[in-house]
Nanobody, 125 residues
Framework: QVQLVESGGGLVQPGDSLRLSCAASGRTSNIYSIAWFRQAPGKGREFVAR????????FYSDSVKGRFTIFRDDAEGTVRLQIERLTLDDTAVYYC??????????????????WGQGTQVTVSS
């Protein structure tokens, strides 16, 4: 089994930057990719970005491209999400999700078998 734990959320102001972290433990050799999703109040869960476990490929939703960067910190086996120029619309619970090797690959919730508990990001002036 794989456990994912998010951290780094908090209360920030518009224009700030923030870095979220997703720490993976357990049978990490089972992971093919790690993604971030977010869920704003009253809305469904939205795909944000994904990186392969080896870090060689990244994917972004059009809505965050250019402001969000996903990468793997090899030294700690952690996947991070760097967010620049935060806006009020970025307010959401951010979830880390893992896609198991040898399963279908995609960017929807159903493609991910492992989930963290989420970390709250609130952007407010």
């Amino acid at each position: 089994q794989v456990q994912l734990v998010e951290s780094g959320g908090g209360l920030v102001q518009p224009g700030d930057s923030l870095r979220l972290s997703c720490a993976a433990s357990g049978r990490t050799s089972n992971i093919y990719s790690i993604a971030w999703f977010r869920q704003a109040p009253g809305k469904g869960r939205e795909f944000v970005a994904r990186v392969t476990w080896g870090g060689s490929m990244t994917f972004y939703s059009d809505s965050v491209k250019g402001r969000f960067t996903i990468f793997r910190d090899d030294a700690e086996g952690t996947v991070r999400l760097q967010i620049e120029r935060l806006t009020l619309d970025d307010t959401a619970v951010y979830y880390c999700a893992g896609n198991r090797r040898f399963t279908p690959i995609g960017n929807t919730e159903g493609h991910f078998q492992y989930w963290g508990q989420g970390t709250q990001v609130t952007v407010s002036s």
